[in-house]
Nanobody, 125 residues
Framework: VQLQASGGGLVQAGGSLRLSCAASGRTFSSNPMGWFRQAPGKEREFVSAISWSGRSVGYAESVKGRFTISRDNAKNSVYLQMNSLKPEDTAVYYC???????????????????WGQGTLVTVSS
C-alpha cells in the first residue's frame, strides 16, 4: 500500500496551496482518510480528517475556516485545500488512511495505519 502526497511548496503568507494524496495497493473508499503535519522540532499533529462518505469532516482549531478537506473515492484520493496560509503552517504534511472501516475518524496519530512520505509546505512572511 502506498500513499503518494504532492502539492507542497513555497508560498507567501496569505497564499494558497492544494495538497493531493493518491492511494494505491488497496481501496480506502470505506475508510477515513486525513492529514497530519510535523513542524521542525515539534510532534506530529492532527490537521484534518474525513469520513469514508465525506459527510463528516474535522479540523484542528488552528486551521478551521482556512483549510478544506475533500476526497474522491473513485480516484482513491484525498485533498487538502489550504487558504490564507500563515508562517506557522510551515511543516511537512502527511496524508494518512485508516485500515479500519469506521463511521467517523480519529485525531490521534496512533489510530491511523497507512502514511504517505510527506510533502513540505513552507510559508514565508
Amino acid at each position: 500500500v502506498q500513499l503518494q502526497a504532492s502539492g507542497g511548496g513555497l508560498v507567501q503568507a496569505g497564499g494558497s496551496l492544494r495538497l493531493s494524496c493518491a492511494a494505491s495497493g488497496r481501496t480506502f473508499s470505506s475508510n477515513p482518510m486525513g492529514w497530519f503535519r510535523q513542524a521542525p522540532g515539534k510532534e506530529r499533529e492532527f490537521v484534518s480528517a474525513i469520513s469514508w462518505s465525506g459527510r463528516s469532516v474535522g479540523y484542528a482549531e488552528s486551521v478551521k475556516g482556512r483549510f478544506t478537506i475533500s476526497r474522491d473515492n473513485a480516484k482513491n484520493s484525498v485533498y487538502l485545500q489550504m487558504n490564507s496560509l500563515k508562517p506557522e503552517d510551515t511543516a511537512v504534511y502527511y496524508c494518512t488512511a485508516d485500515a479500519n472501516v469506521r463511521l467517523g475518524y480519529s485525531s490521534r496519530s496512533t489510530d491511523w495505519d497507512y502514511w504517505g512520505q510527506g510533502t513540505l509546505v513552507t510559508v514565508s512572511s
